[in-house]
């Protein structure tokens, strides 16, 4: 295990790395470089960190892990910086939203046998150290990208680190991890702050689009507050990947187009029929080992509903996973998600509800 951690960038991720880390493993000495002493001294302050003012990273000598927590063309510069600070034994890491830059820059400076690439996909609009969490990374997988030049018993050792911090690791390729986030999170942005720029750009004068605009319209367009540089970053260094997924999108948006053009009635259902289908089963998790044993229950929206349902399954000794509220008013009751930890609790939780006359899908 880790005796010694350092951490550059104590913003939203990294300081949710920091607090996560603080909470399972409280002897393992964090020290951290951040450009905002603000950020130092709130740290600081809760324990997280065990400097109390801005330090050089030449006192990142001696860590076994040094954790590159900015956006990621400062963790690409960042390694040069490093590299003669740092002893043979220390294993460096990122949590950089796009990894076969970050990964080719290891390559080239020399430290591929140090570097383990890392990205908890875990996040929000919100930004800065005030707004991390020692639970931002519970049950969230975290992407782990090893070149192979990494001993084998350091990659597994890093991987229990992650799990012991309570996310979930998963190995993938830089290529494979930069093309999969490209589609579910860099796309899904750029759609994001398109949809707003719509709205905002074509709007009557009574701001009307933007007076109603709510539901539905405020969900998918939330992440469209999160740190523009930060998307700038992405943008510039997953260009590739961006460009060719952004091309697999118009093409789908042109048949929705040619659809409602045509007034293809079968065609328009089938396009949202195969959306819901696939939409539904996101849970699933097909291409990879690990499964997600959940399920949906109708509640009436009135005050400490969640606290009910969770003492009827705490009394039946029901470990709940995760519980979660669908943000959605489109239906008449609100509704809850609930995640187990196997089959077998959720069927009991399932029958256990259904006995206290809710309703479950």
């Not at 800065?128 to 192979?148: C, P, V």
């Not at 911090?165 to 759609?191: F, R, W």
């Not at 539905?216 to 060719?244: A, H």
């Not at 996973?321 to 998600?337: C, K, S, T, V």
Request: proline share 2%; hydrophobic share 40%.
């Amino acid at each position: 295990m880790y005796e010694k951690i350092g951490i550059i960038g104590l913003g939203l991720i990294g300081g949710s790395v920091a607090r996560s880390i603080h909470k399972r493993y409280p002897d393992i000495d964090i020290i951290a470089v951040d450009s905002d002493s603000s950020n130092i001294d709130v740290a600081y302050t809760d324990g997280v960190i065990s400097n109390d003012v801005s330090v050089s990273l030449e006192m990142l000598n001696g860590c076994d892990l040094i954790m590159l927590c900015a956006p990621v063309k400062t963790n690409v510069a960042l390694l040069s910086d490093i590299k003669p600070i740092i002893n043979d034994d220390c294993l460096i890491t990122d949590v950089s939203s796009v990894k076969a830059v970050i990964e080719q820059a290891v390559s080239d400076i020399g430290l591929s046998s140090q570097f383990i690439g890392g990205h908890p996909m875990a996040g929000s609009e919100k930004t800065g150290y005030i707004n991390s969490t020692d639970t931002l990374l519970e049950n969230a997988y975290y992407l782990i990208t090893n070149n192979g030049a990494v001993d084998s018993d350091k990659v597994k050792d890093f991987e229990d680190f992650i799990a012991g911090i309570g996310a979930i690791p998963l190995e993938m390729t830089p290529s494979q991890h930069d093309y999969v986030t490209g589609g579910i999170s860099h796309i899904p942005h750029i759609i994001s702050a398109g949809l707003v720029n719509f709205v905002m750009n074509n709007d009557d004068d009574k701001h009307s689009m933007k007076t109603v605009a709510a539901g539905g319209f405020k969900d998918i367009t939330r992440i469209s507050s999160s740190y523009p540089v930060m998307w700038q970053n992405i943008c510039l260094t997953n260009k590739d990947k961006i460009l060719e997924l952004l091309t697999c999108y118009c093409n789908e948006l042109d048949k929705f187009r040619k659809a409602i053009e045509a007034e293809d009635s079968e065609a328009i259902v089938k396009l949202f029929s195969d959306a819901k289908e696939y939409r539904d089963s996101l849970n699933i998790n097909e291409g990879f080992a690990v499964k997600i044993y959940d399920f949906y229950l109708d509640v009436p929206d009135e005050t400490g509903i969640i606290a009910k349902v969770a003492t009827i399954l705490a009394d039946n000794n029901l470990n709940i996973r995760n519980i979660g509220i669908i943000n959605n008013r489109e239906y008449r009751d609100g509704a809850l998600r609930i995640e187990m930890y196997d089959d077998k609790s959720r069927a009991k939780a399932i029958n256990v509800l259904k006995a206290n006359n809710y309703t479950v899908y």
